[in-house]
């Protein structure tokens, strides 16, 4: 998936998915993953991308995203730090909360998923860094 996200964010132009989730990553037998779904993905011409469609899964959006902001290739980082946060927890990100209340949590109130203790610190690192503004 790494790899994937490299190979769009350094294309010439930028190309920014902009609805990275869990449910977007195919797996193979090999379990080679490939990212899908490009239905929301943009190309950046700019510093910024500027779009006024909010479509996509709040619960794996970066709060500019929900905010109806600029945004950049970033957000896709953001998107990664909580596919991170499922695979280290084995949980569903907002569980619980209906998609109006994420929308306020992350976009409104800067809140940010739990990270279990039990999570590997160098994982939890590595999330906490995708959630940086």
Not at 74 to 83: E, L, M, R, T
Request: hydrophobic share 40%.
């Amino acid at each position: 998936m790494c790899r994937g996200m490299n190979c769009l964010h350094t294309s010439v132009p930028t190309i920014v998915h902009r609805d990275l989730k869990s449910p977007n990553l195919l797996v193979d037998d090999n379990w080679t993953v490939k990212v899908c779904d490009f239905g929301l993905s943009r190309l950046k011409h700019s510093t910024f991308l500027s779009s006024k469609s909010t479509a996509g899964t709040p619960e794996w959006m970066a709060p500019e995203v929900l905010r109806n902001e600029q945004s950049n290739e970033k957000c896709d980082i953001y998107s990664f730090g909580v596919i991170l946060w499922e695979l280290a927890t084995l949980r569903k990100p907002w569980h619980g909360m209906n998609q109006m209340q994420v929308v306020g949590a992350v976009g409104f109130q800067d809140r940010r998923l739990d990270i279990p203790k039990e999570v590997d610190p160098i994982v939890a690192s590595i999330i906490r860094d995708c959630w940086q503004k």
